[in-house]
């Protein structure tokens, strides 16, 4: 039960982090289209959008690299786990909307996002994987002694 709550709680994460790089997309769509152009946000759809691709990555990474570490996973394919994960959800989308001509144009565009996306989750998990391995400091190797 432990691992489970493990990997949800891995995948919340996840989600949330690409949620906020998607934010950070759909604010830039925003500024470049303009303030009422849509009736949705751009910048909240998107972060939603992300937090449910990251999720879906992260259910796929699950399945597929459960045993390996970061150092052990080529970056392609990660990238292609990712994009695997952006067509998944835009095909869960459109089989939720029932509007099937709009995966010519979700599937590509979650694609790339997923994969882009994915790329820059194993550069921050490697980045702080090393960050870890590096051994304590001369700061925190030996604690201060209280004086009296």
Same mark, same amino acid.
């Given at each position: 039960?432990?691992?489970?709550?493990?990997?949800?709680?891995? +995948?919340? !994460?996840? /989600?949330?982090?690409?949620?906020?790089?998607?934010?950070? +997309?759909?604010?830039?769509?925003?500024?470049?289209?303009?303030?009422?152009?849509?009736?949705?946000?751009?910048?909240?759809?998107?972060?939603?959008?992300?937090?449910?691709?990251?999720?879906?990555?992260? /259910?796929?990474?699950?399945?597929?690299?459960?045993?390996?570490?970061?150092?052990?996973?080529?970056?392609?394919?990660? +990238?292609?786990?990712?994009? =695997?994960?952006?067509?998944?959800?835009?095909?869960?989308?459109?089989?939720?909307?029932?509007?099937?001509?709009?995966?010519?144009?979700?599937?590509?565009?979650?694609?790339?996002?997923?994969?882009?996306? !994915?790329? /820059?989750? =194993? !550069?921050? !998990?490697?980045? +702080?994987?090393?960050?870890?391995?590096? /051994?304590?400091?001369?700061?925190?190797?030996?604690?201060?002694?209280?004086?009296?």
């Amino acid at each position: 039960m432990k691992k489970w709550l493990k990997r949800v709680r891995a +995948a919340i !994460a996840i /989600g949330l982090t690409w949620a906020v790089a998607w934010f950070g +997309a759909g604010m830039v769509l925003l500024f470049v289209v303009g303030f009422g152009a849509a009736d949705v946000p751009f910048p909240l759809f998107f972060g939603f959008l992300g937090f449910l691709a990251g999720a879906t990555f992260a /259910g796929l990474l699950g399945i597929f690299a459960r045993r390996r570490r970061f150092d052990q996973m080529s970056l392609p394919r990660f +990238a292609t786990w990712g994009a =695997l994960g952006g067509v998944l959800l835009s095909g869960i989308l459109i089989l939720a909307t029932g509007s099937f001509d709009d995966f010519l144009v979700l599937g590509p565009v979650f694609a790339v996002s997923g994969a882009l996306s !994915a790329a /820059g989750t =194993l !550069a921050l !998990a490697r980045r +702080a994987e090393g960050r870890e391995l590096r /051994g304590p400091t001369i700061e925190t190797a030996e604690p201060r002694q209280l004086r009296k």
